[in-house]
């Protein structure tokens, strides 16, 4: 990863606008199916889609299939899938493991709110892989963070959270703070930082429960947990990703984690593991194998279901006891999906077993290997980085370590051309200069050079 104290050279503003408006026009072009189901859907959604995550103007594209790595719009285009449904797809599409399993399950039952073999065959795995005893599972990344935070409060009788500044944890109101917030960077205070709810709609009340520090920053979190000591509200708990992932890819600096676990172990604090992104994704047992540090708690989600809504929390048994012994109430009506713990089941047994690891990191090698050689030849302003099936080329002058340098230096505007260049070219990718790429058992190096192929022409119109 080439990370200098500055990097590349400036693109003239000017070109990125005109190559902009030249590749919104040529996707409008091409998606006048998917514009007709957008004029149809706002009638009845709100911006036209079932999660404000997906809106995008003038019109979304909709999807009408997957099959191995490609996906299928509503006009008919191919695309090799780089989105994954936002880091779920990691078994990639149609799986035939996945399918048979699920197949096979439906027609049994798809329902009971009653326990299933699979349910004890996924805990036994999660417990060996995450080296946590016990499990219960979720429909969702949010309602794990949810439930593994209010389990956190019970385990501890505290009822202040602290989080990541800039970090995603799902969309409950306990966590929709300080994920995005307008401040003067060049004046922001690391050591008191605003609890701003994340969009409206969210109690100031609850909003003020939340607590945010900066990413790679021990020090600044000994400073506040001092001062949270002080003032009589120490945490219940840290939720954090280990590697943080809602700004491209951010990875720990040297001694952060080990940093991070040692100070919330001495006070009492449970440090939460958000692995709703990196959990079988960058190593069978996820970030927490990855970077060998034991957290109190995990959670999981995305990949969990090879394509059904999933989610999973585990924990120590000291902490999990509150919910054996009904102190806190973990609960939900599909919790355990039959279908959905089917498919669990088949993508840990057959699909992300250990020989998957080293095909999902020699293609992730192969697309930061050779988008770094672009930015070499071209003199971007930015550079490549991964970990595992997760990565992204980050346009910035210098490397981005956490929130704050994320909001001053990464380059919005180029981040949207990229991906307009990769759609019209057929290549799936997450929308936002937040997101990363997400990897695939089923992508090939074809087709990982197809995608630094696509990065090469972005490279070489930019400078012409």
């Not at 149809?40 to 191995?68: C, H, I």
Request: contains cysteine.
């Amino acid at each position: 990863m080439t990370t200098p104290e500055t990097i590349g050279t400036t693109i003239d503003r000017a070109r990125i606008q005109e190559l902009t408006a030249r590749e919104e026009r040529t996707l409008n072009e091409r998606t006048p199916r998917s514009r007709e189901l957008f004029e149809r859907a706002r009638r009845t959604m709100p911006n036209g889609v079932a999660s404000s995550y997906q809106k995008r103007d003038p019109w979304p594209m909709f999807l009408t299939r997957g099959e191995g790595q490609f996906v299928w719009d509503a006009d008919g285009h191919r695309l090799i899938d780089y989105h994954n449904g936002f880091g779920s797809m990691v078994v990639g599409h149609a799986n035939p493991a996945i399918v048979k399993a699920v197949s096979e399950r439906v027609r049994l039952g798809s329902h009971f709110s009653a326990p299933t073999e699979d349910a004890a065959f996924v805990a036994e795995e999660l417990a060996r892989r995450f080296q946590l005893p016990k499990w219960r599972f979720t429909n969702s990344g949010t309602e794990a963070t949810m439930d593994a935070i209010r389990i956190a409060r019970g385990a501890t009788g505290r009822d202040t959270v602290l989080k990541i500044l800039g970090s995603y944890h799902g969309h409950h109101d306990g966590v929709m703070v300080a994920v995005g917030v307008n401040l003067d960077w060049d004046e922001a205070d690391p050591d008191d930082i605003p609890s701003t709810p994340y969009g409206e709609g969210l109690p100031r009340v609850v909003a003020d429960l939340t607590v945010a520090v900066p990413y790679n920053d021990a020090e600044a979190l000994s400073r506040r947990l001092d001062r949270l000591e002080e003032e009589g509200r120490l945490p219940a708990c840290l939720v954090m990703e280990a590697a943080m992932m809602n700004i491209g890819v951010v990875l720990p600096e040297p001694g952060y984690i080990e940093a991070v676990r040692e100070e919330t172990k001495k006070r009492g604090v449970l440090l939460i593991f958000d692995e709703v992104k990196t959990g079988l994704t960058v190593a069978p047992g996820g970030a927490t194998e990855r970077f060998g540090v034991q957290p109190d708690l995990v959670t999981l989600a995305k990949t969990l279901g090879g394509g059904l809504p999933s989610g999973a929390v585990g924990g120590t048994e000291e902490v999990m006891a509150v919910v054996e012994e009904g102190r806190v109430h973990q609960v939900g009506t599909f919790n355990g999906n039959p279908l959905t713990m089917a498919a669990a089941r088949a993508t840990l047994d057959e699909v992300l077993t250990p020989d998957a690891y080293p095909h999902l990191e020699s293609i992730d090698d192969r697309l930061l290997t050779g988008c770094e050689a672009v930015i070499e030849r071209y003199g971007l302003p930015g550079y490549a980085v991964g970990i595992g099936s997760k990565g992204c080329v980050t346009f910035a002058p210098s490397k981005i370590t956490d929130y704050a340098s994320f909001r001053k230096q990464q380059d919005a505007e180029l981040t949207e051309l990229a991906w307009l260049y990769n759609v019209n070219r057929d290549i799936f990718m997450t929308p936002g200069r937040e997101e990363e790429w997400t990897l695939s058992v089923a992508l090939e190096a074809a087709d990982a050079d197809a995608f630094v192929a696509v990065f090469e022409e972005l490279a070489a119109d930019l400078t012409a």
